[in-house]
């Protein structure tokens, strides 16, 4: 998907965009469909039960996190992004590039969702944001979250694959 803001870059491109329009989400050259890539396995947790298990794409580096899922049109059934953190800070993202609507778990130290977004539109430049400290955060296509049911309070666990 997205773009991943830190909060200093994301006060930096606020104050810069103060000065000058925004730019077309457009306006970037779409490249080639990049293809899924299982790197491992999230299961999301309430009340003690597991409700779904997706695959997911692990982006840990400053460079997939920056490319999220820009560029896909779709995701495999029951499969998701999941962003890696050093340390939990909030987080910011957007959808510039992001062609398909998505889903945002943000996930704390504690691996307790803090806050969901349900059905970030693509294309958008809007921020999409934590309301806390996380360490992680999932993304998976739009009606993710209102099919399985899906709040802030429950857990995640994942691992790798490889």
Do not use: H
């Not at 999220?68 to 029951?78: A, E, H, I």
Request: proline residues 7%; hydrophobic residues 45%; negative net charge.
């Amino acid at each position: 998907m997205l773009r991943l803001l830190a909060p200093a870059t994301l006060c930096l491109a606020l104050i810069a965009a103060c000065g000058s329009p925004a730019p077309e989400a457009s306006e970037a050259p779409l490249e080639e469909e990049i293809p899924f890539r299982k790197d491992g396995e999230l299961t999301l947790i309430q009340e003690g039960q597991d409700i779904v298990t997706v695959d997911i794409e692990i982006a840990d580096t400053d460079s997939s996190r920056a490319r999220g899922l820009m560029q896909r049109s779709s995701l495999p059934d029951r499969s998701g992004m999941l962003f890696v953190f050093d340390q939990p800070s909030l987080q910011g993202f957007y959808m510039a590039n992001t062609l398909m609507s998505l889903d945002f778990f943000f996930i704390g130290a504690d691996s307790v969702i803090v806050n969901t977004v349900k059905y970030a539109p693509p294309l958008s430049l809007e921020t999409i944001a934590s309301t806390g400290p996380v360490l992680w955060v999932l993304e998976v296509p739009a009606g993710f979250i209102d099919t399985w049911g899906l709040v802030a309070g429950d857990r995640v666990r994942w691992s790798r694959t490889d």
